[in-house]
């Protein structure tokens, strides 16, 4: 079964605009949680993570925010450029030497 | 930067046919996987290894073979191809929390 879920499966924003991606874990002992963005014809490439310590992971345009409790987290994205359009990916894991589960991903398409 | 090449970048096989894709890391980790990606199903690990000679299971891998013949060299093997098995296939690497992706294989089995 999917442990790691995403949603929406797709996101339209208008450019400037936040675009909100939603990622949902059934594991409790999953404690690493990566962002990866995809472009087409390309792998999946790290964008930010965070770990369960931190309920919140900054970088530039770019947010984690993350709530252990309820096994959530989103991925915000601020002032939404036309060159964020690519599909997201959340992930988990667990201790080191396990390997990261993905999310079906979330297609993201920033209108100008 | 880190590199992760895989080979063939496209490939058609009909049913039944034998299939074998290629993965090469110049990264020096310890970590290789195999993914396939689908649509709805997001990215499915098939098979993992931490090392030379050693090989995990994934999650999805029945119909799948995989052998890991040197720190750099990951091989995926689909000996009776199936249409179920057309997919995007991703080879990756890792020696601590990321993990870093090729470009990908399509393989279309008809």
């Known amino acids: 079964q999917q442990q790691v879920r995403q949603s929406p499966q797709s996101l339209t924003v208008w450019e400037g605009e936040t675009a909100i991606l939603n990622c949902s874990y059934e594991d409790s002992t999953f404690n690493y949680f990566p962002w990866y963005q995809q472009f087409p014809g390309e792998g999946p490439a790290l964008l930010i993570s965070?770990?369960?310590?931190?309920d919140k992971k900054e970088d530039g345009r770019f947010t984690i925010f993350f709530n252990k409790r309820e096994k959530k987290l989103s991925l915000h994205i601020t002032d939404s450029q036309p060159g964020d359009s690519a599909t997201y990916f959340c992930?988990?894991?667990?201790?080191?030497?396990?390997?990261?589960?993905f999310g079906t991903g979330t297609k993201l398409q920033v209108v100008p | 930067e880190a590199a992760v090449t895989q080979s063939p970048r496209n490939k058609v096989t009909v049913t039944g046919g034998n299939v074998t894709l290629s993965c090469r890391q110049t990264?020096?980790?310890?970590?290789m996987y195999w993914y396939r990606q689908d649509t709805g199903h997001g990215l499915r690990l098939i098979h993992y290894?931490?090392?030379?000679?050693?090989?995990q299971i994934g999650d999805v891998p029945d119909g799948y073979k995989a052998t890991r013949t040197t720190q750099e060299d990951f091989f995926l093997l689909l000996e009776l191809a199936s249409p179920s098995q057309t997919s995007l296939y991703f080879c990756a690497s890792s020696g601590g929390t990321e993990v870093f992706f090729g470009k990908g294989t399509r393989l279309t089995v008809v």
């Open positions: 990264n020096s980790h310890n970590y």
């Open positions: 992930a988990a894991s667990g201790n080191s030497g396990t390997y990261q589960r």
């Open positions: 965070i770990s369960s310590v931190s």
């Open positions: 290894s931490y090392g030379a000679g050693n090989l």
